[in-house]
């Protein structure tokens, strides 16, 4: 009888186990299928740039577009026009703020040491909760501004340093941050070449992880339920099995027994207690829910909890 519940027991845990692989399986299968290979986030951007130069007779274009080198002492502005749409597909609202903030900073050794840095917040919006993002920001950098901002700095303090502007697009989603657009302009360099970098990367994968984060909290509940549920079950199903598979040598006793508790070993489990008998050939006495047996005057004693 009892190798029987041990080999269905270790049957159903096998299947219970194995079922639970197969889960696992598929719900890797539907994360990989229907997250990663397929945005959750719909993005449109189109962020760009152009250089508006002073007044004068050599250039005949007021202004001249990205990607190209400008002169220094001929720009007027930087005419930064910031371009971002998003969606999420799930039609879950979106928790958002943005800035856009320049950076004034000037380097030693080589551009390789910060020796200062001043930041300057151009434009904000905080806490806003959309299903989509959609920023259309126009900014005019006034890029002679900021060169003499510099120089009177060096000025002041009679150095030399090589320094960036960095103009930058903020954008905090779900309470992460990421500076998408950022464009770093040289202030002391006669002949300016602007760089302008985008970065998306922190969209790619926040959502994917907090899907999976919630798939595998269910999983791990779910096996610690089965598990639970599972020892409840096969414990008090086995005690009870015990008890009627040795019951021929439990003997029922109406009165206390009276036990030198100087002389007691008390046993965690009752299989225990019924091997100790048999290998002695001894009964096992019951009094309430105290189960125990004597040997050589020494008490040893299973306490049986409520069934």
């Given at each position: 009888?009892?190798?029987?519940?041990?080999?269905?027991r270790?049957?159903?845990?096998?299947c219970?186990?194995?079922?639970?692989?197969?889960?696992?399986?598929?719900?890797?299968?539907?994360?990989?299928?229907?997250?990663?290979?397929?945005?959750?986030?719909?993005?449109?951007?189109?962020?760009?740039?152009?250089?508006?130069l002073?007044?004068?007779?050599?250039?005949?274009?007021?202004?001249?577009?990205?990607?190209?080198?400008?002169?220094?002492?001929?720009i007027?502005?930087?005419?930064?026009?910031?371009?971002?749409?998003?969606?999420?597909?799930?039609?879950?609202?979106?928790?958002?703020?943005?800035d856009?903030?320049?950076t004034?900073?000037?380097?030693?050794?080589?551009?390789?040491?910060?020796?200062?840095?001043?930041n300057?917040?151009?434009?904000s919006?905080n806490?806003?909760?959309?299903?989509?993002?959609?920023?259309?920001?126009?900014?005019?950098?006034?890029?002679?501004y900021y060169v003499n901002?510099?120089?009177?700095?060096?000025?002041?303090?009679?150095?030399?340093a090589?320094?960036?502007?960095?103009?930058?697009?903020?954008?905090?989603i779900?309470?992460?941050?990421?500076?998408?657009?950022?464009?770093?302009?040289p202030?002391?360099?006669n002949?300016?070449?602007?760089?302008?970098?985008?970065?998306?990367?922190?969209?790619?994968?926040?959502?994917?992880?907090?899907?999976l984060?919630?798939?595998?909290?269910?999983?791990?509940?779910?096996?610690?339920?089965?598990?639970?549920?599972?020892?409840?079950?096969f414990?008090?199903?086995?005690?009870?099995?015990?008890l009627?598979?040795?019951?021929?040598?439990?003997?029922?006793?109406?009165?206390?027994?009276?036990?030198?508790?100087?002389n007691?070993?008390?046993?965690?489990?009752?299989?225990?207690l019924?091997?100790?008998?048999?290998?002695?050939?001894?009964?096992?006495?019951?009094?309430?829910?105290?189960?125990?047996?004597?040997?050589?005057?020494?008490?040893?004693?299973?306490?049986?909890?409520k069934?």
């Amino acid at each position: 009888m009892q190798k029987k519940r041990k080999k269905l027991r270790i049957l159903i845990t096998s299947c219970i186990i194995i079922l639970l692989i197969g889960i696992l399986f598929l719900e890797a299968m539907y994360f990989n299928k229907n997250i990663q290979k397929n945005n959750i986030y719909k993005l449109k951007n189109k962020t760009y740039y152009e250089v508006t130069l002073k007044p004068n007779i050599y250039f005949s274009n007021k202004k001249i577009k990205a990607n190209n080198y400008y002169i220094a002492n001929a720009i007027k502005s930087v005419d930064i026009y910031f371009n971002y749409y998003l969606k999420d597909k799930t039609k879950e609202k979106i928790n958002y703020s943005y800035d856009i903030t320049a950076t004034l900073k000037s380097y030693a050794d080589n551009g390789t040491k910060l020796i200062w840095t001043r930041n300057f917040n151009l434009k904000s919006k905080n806490n806003m909760k959309q299903e989509e993002i959609n920023i259309k920001e126009n900014y005019s950098l006034n890029y002679q501004y900021y060169v003499n901002y510099v120089k009177a700095f060096q000025e002041y303090y009679n150095i030399k340093a090589e320094t960036y502007l960095y103009v930058k697009l903020n954008i905090k989603i779900n309470d992460k941050t990421n500076s998408y657009v950022v464009l770093t302009v040289p202030i002391n360099e006669n002949i300016v070449e602007i760089a302008m970098k985008e970065d998306n990367s922190f969209l790619k994968n926040s959502k994917q992880n907090i899907e999976l984060i919630k798939i595998i909290i269910f999983d791990f509940l779910a096996i610690v339920i089965v598990i639970a549920v599972n020892k409840i079950l096969f414990n008090k199903n086995d005690e009870e099995t015990i008890l009627k598979e040795y019951r021929d040598i439990i003997i029922v006793i109406k009165n206390k027994p009276n036990i030198n508790s100087n002389n007691i070993i008390y046993l965690t489990n009752l299989k225990d207690l019924m091997n100790i008998a048999i290998n002695n050939n001894i009964n096992v006495f019951n009094y309430q829910n105290n189960y125990y047996t004597i040997i050589n005057n020494t008490y040893y004693v299973y306490i049986l909890k409520k069934l």
